[in-house]
């Protein structure tokens, strides 16, 4: 059979999986390529092969992050009403920064917060992700407002600024080491404000 290439000899979808939680727990600058091979388990020149250089590996494992763990977010906005939009997504939240046998927080939130200027792909490329968040939130908002299920008055993207901003300080306490019980409740809270 010529034409057909060697085996890799590993599983791309597991080592993209090990390289996810290395950049969620040490964040892109802290993630060296040997933390990164080692996690893997391959050479460099396999991981360049396979997966590009480290911003691109940092790319796809966003994606990943953003298709696996962090795909509440999706779900949330499915929800019927706004209110169980948001109350999903900060659940979500929750559930995602203190699951067991992961890093505590969220990679999209640590992943470039002290980034240097080696760093600074990877802190652009999460502003984005974020915004991307936000956005999808505020879509979803305003077509509430539309149907009438929120005030007509609701300011959507303040609506979804508040939500992202209660997620993100869920995601940065639970990487302080605040539990599950105690974020729930933090989210909880944040609901009663919700617009009557």
């Known amino acids: 059979m010529s034409g057909t290439g060697r085996p890799r000899g590993f599983d791309a979808d597991e080592a993209l999986h090990a390289a996810m939680l290395v950049f969620w727990r040490q964040g892109y600058e802290g993630a060296s390529l040997a933390d990164l091979t080692a996690a893997m388990g391959i050479t460099k020149t396999s991981m360049y092969a396979a997966f590009g250089n480290k911003e691109e590996l940092f790319r796809k494992a966003l994606a990943r992050?953003?298709?696996?763990?962090?795909?509440?977010?999706?779900?949330?906005?499915?929800?019927?009403?706004?209110?169980?939009?948001?109350?999903?997504?900060?659940?979500?939240?929750?559930?995602?920064?203190?699951?067991?046998?992961?890093?505590?927080?969220?990679?999209?939130?640590?992943?470039?917060?002290?980034?240097?200027?080696?760093?600074?792909?990877?802190?652009?490329?999460?502003?984005?992700?974020?915004?991307?968040?936000?956005?999808?939130?505020?879509?979803?908002?305003?077509?509430?407002?539309?149907?009438?299920?929120?005030?007509?008055?609701?300011?959507?993207?303040?609506?979804?600024l508040y939500v992202m901003t209660v997620a993100f300080g869920i995601a940065v306490q639970a990487a302080s080491g605040v539990s599950r019980a105690d974020l729930q409740e933090v989210a909880d809270t944040a609901l009663l404000a919700w617009p009557a």
């Not at 706004?82 to 999903?88: D, L, M, N, T």
């Not at 203190?98 to 990877?122: D, F, H, K, R």
């Open 65 to 160: 992050y953003d298709v696996g763990p962090a795909s509440y977010g999706y779900r949330a906005v499915e929800q019927p009403t706004a209110r169980e939009v948001a109350e999903a997504f900060l659940t979500g939240a929750v559930r995602t920064t203190t699951q067991p046998n992961c890093p505590a927080g969220c990679l999209g939130v640590q992943g470039s917060l002290a980034a240097g200027e080696s760093g600074e792909p990877a802190r652009e490329i999460l502003v984005a992700w974020r915004n991307n968040g936000g956005r999808m939130l505020e879509e979803r908002f305003r077509r509430a407002v539309e149907e009438g299920d929120l005030p007509e008055e609701t300011d959507a993207g303040r609506l979804a």
